[in-house]
């Protein structure tokens, strides 16, 4: 094991400094994560993103999703974190689309219809946000 740089080692190490609130050695940690990863890893790069967002760098956050995406297309969690990012950057129409793509897939996640409603009665679609809300 290559410990310094294992990248498993990294990212559990940068999930747990989150956890703490030691946002700015988190970042640290799950960048050195994603570059020693021998393949891109969603999780990380989402982890990561996370990190980013809380550390107040949402363009930097929005990048991270997004390649966690790439590396997983249709993963749920990086495409709600990114439309929550999306959202904090005044994007609501990216945001509702990426809500839409991750309530069809997961018509159960009560926090994504939420936030889809949230996105949809910013761009003024009440009657959309109404029925987000009823499933």
Known sequence: MD??????????????????????AAIEALEAACVHAPVPSP???NNLGIALRKGQRPEDAIAAFRKAIETRPGYAEAMYNLAVTSMDLADFSTAADLLAEV?????????????????????NDLDAAALSLRR
């Open 3 to 24: 410990y310094p740089n294992d990248p498993d080692l990294l990212h559990l190490l940068g999930v747990a400094l989150l956890a703490h609130g030691s946002i700015t």
């Open 43 to 45: 999780e990380a790069y």
């Open 103 to 123: 309530t069809a897939a997961s018509p159960e996640d009560a926090r994504a219809h939420f936030a889809l409603a949230d996105a949809l009665i910013a761009l």
